[in-house]
């Protein structure tokens, strides 16, 4: 079955600073989605990769897959405190229709 | 309106008793999930409903029974919880359970079973 591998599993930063999370898959990635959750709270959707070689941008955060469909980055640039959270990527797995796994998560606390 | 709703917010209930937890959106989407999460991990799939048949069951207890009486609602009955139950459920939908879609997630539901 699909794994997906996150690092760091907790990252603390500066207010302004940069910082990437990575996602790596087990297996060949259908779908790559980024969530971020607050602790206790639902997911609040990202982006979604599909393409090998796909970046999509968001304010200032920006993702990437790369060629080979089998790992993503997340990256924030000029971190802010509303940026902390749990980073959570996600694949449909082995596509089996809406079968969404996850991995363990990141924890991202930005000290002011 | 782009929201998926869930309620109760918070439930505390026995192990003998049976309750149902609701979720409900107006996206017009086909898809509907429901995952549990623990504590410190990542939300676990239990069930999968595309045009309101179950689609996916992840080898849940019986003792969850989910149902979809409409493309808009889904609910989640409870009966017999054990206290390892206890955790966050998390409803979502999308415009159709292929991958190229992204999944909406509500707020979720706090279960705490005593």
């Known amino acids: 079955s699909q794994e997906l591998e996150q690092s760091p599993q907790s990252l603390i930063v500066q207010e302004g600073k940069n910082l990437t999370i990575n996602c790596t898959s087990s297996?060949?990635?259908?779908?790559l989605y980024w969530y971020k959750q607050k602790y206790g709270e639902g997911l609040i959707f990202l982006m979604m990769?599909?393409?090998?070689?796909e970046e999509k941008s968001h304010e200032k955060i920006t993702a990437k897959l790369d060629e080979k469909k089998q790992q993503s980055s997340l990256h924030i640039t000029a971190s802010q405190p509303s940026h902390a959270g749990i980073y959570l990527c996600?694949?449909?797995?082995?596509?089996?229709?809406?079968?969404?796994?996850f991995g363990q998560g990141t924890e991202l606390s930005v000290k002011p | 309106d782009t929201e998926v709703t869930q309620t109760p917010k918070h439930l505390v209930m026995g192990m003998t008793n049976k309750k149902s937890l609701k979720c409900e959106q107006h996206?017009?989407?086909?898809?509907m999930y429901w995952y549990k999460q623990k504590a410190k991990k990542p939300p676990e799939l239990m069930f999968v409903?595309?045009?309101?048949?179950?689609?996916i069951n992840e080898s849940v207890p019986s003792r969850f029974s989910p149902e979809c009486p409409n493309s808009s609602l889904l609910n989640l009955h409870l009966h017999a919880l054990q206290p390892e139950d206890s955790a966050l459920y998390l409803c979502?939908?999308?415009?159709?359970?292929?991958?190229?879609?992204?999944?909406?997630f509500g707020p979720g539901t706090r279960l705490t079973v005593t």
């Open positions: 979502a939908s999308s415009p159709t359970n292929s991958p190229a879609y992204e999944q909406y």
């Open positions: 297996k060949t990635l259908y779908g």
């Open positions: 990769l599909q393409k090998g070689g």
């Open positions: 996600g694949a449909d797995s082995d596509n089996q229709g809406g079968k969404l796994i």
């Open positions: 996206m017009g989407h086909r898809a």
């Open positions: 409903y595309s045009y309101e048949k179950l689609s």
